[in-house]
């Protein structure tokens, strides 16, 4: 084939995936999908716009399928939209197309997944951490710091002063590790065991 007529292939293949005025069956996805994003890689924006607004149902019915009905699908849609913004010129038209989008929607998923995850972990902490506050309060009324003190003080040394540095002197995490000479996902594990462990000496003590 020609310079010339390759140049038009796109272009004629475009045309078979929107024109159905006498009938015909338009092309499928895959050829529909692969024109508009040569076409958008040409400069057309409105046939762009197409594109995504279709991809955008493909990839949100996509997830649901995969993770369910989750609050996240929506990030994890427009992260992968701008995914395939910002790689659309590596789209080579003599590929298919479906291999390349869902590569990249993968990617993001599992990327927001990640990023899901690691929200909802500080999140338990936060609320252990509420939680473990409001017994001590009860046992205590906070008036001194005497049974709190006692409670702390019971736990074994690396617990003791991942809850002392970050929960009552008010050191970031990364500060409290540095001091600890210790990771700071390290850090974070010692503070939440150490929290459980307080929970339940706070537990058994009302018993």
Partial sequence: MTQEADAVAPATAFRMAIVDDD????????CRWSALMVSAQSGNEANYRQLL?????VIHRYLLRRFGHHHFIEDCVQESLVAI???????D???????WLFAIVRHKSIDTLRKQRSHER?????REM???????AEAEGLENGAMRDNFINALSPQYRDAITLTKLDGLTTAEAAARLR?????LKVRIHRGIN???RLIEADAL
Avoid: N, W
Avoid at 23 to 30: A, L, N, Q, S, V
Avoid at 182 to 186: D, F, M
């Fill in 182 to 186: 210790i990771s700071e996902s390290a």
């Fill in 197 to 199: 462990r307080l929970r």
């Fill in 53 to 57: 607004q279709e991809l955008s149902v």
């Fill in 23 to 30: 009938g015909t069956k338009p092309c499928d996805d895959e």
């Fill in 130 to 136: 509420l939680s473990l506050h409001a017994q001590m």
């Fill in 85 to 91: 913004h910002q790689a659309r010129h590596t789209y």
């Fill in 122 to 126: 500080t999140v338990d902490q936060q």
């Fill in 93 to 99: 038209r003599r590929r298919l197309f479906r291999p």
